[in-house]
């Protein structure tokens, strides 16, 4: 993830899907985040990390319990959560985020 610090600084917001594949609760991620990617479009940009694939991202914004979902905007974490959220959830989430 050499590029994340780069994927992360735009204008746009980012969600950030921090994932385990051995997580019951990512997996059940995965579906809301495809039918999440198609109601939004290109209003936002979402990126899975495999935080087993990539411990110093993890560590270095304190990922401790997965699925830990995080916006950014800018590159400043802006809204982070861990644990499972519907779609419509995630939609009020970015929306806060998308004109500011």
Known sequence: M???EKLISGE?????????TWCGPCKMMHPILEEL??????????????VDKAQQLAMQYG???VPTLAVF??????WRES?????????QVL?????N
Do not use: C, M, Y
Request: proline share 2%; aromatic share 12%.
């Open 73 to 78: 905007k800018h590159g400043k974490i802006v």
């Open 63 to 65: 990922v401790q319990a």
């Open 37 to 50: 990617k198609q109601k939004i479009g290109d209003r936002a940009t979402i990126i899975k990390v495999d």
């Open 12 to 20: 746009k917001p980012v969600l950030v899907d921090f994932f385990a």
């Open 83 to 91: 644990g499972v959220h519907s779609v419509q959830q995630l939609i």
């Open 95 to 99: 929306e806060q985020f998308w004109f």
């Open 2 to 4: 050499n590029n994340f």
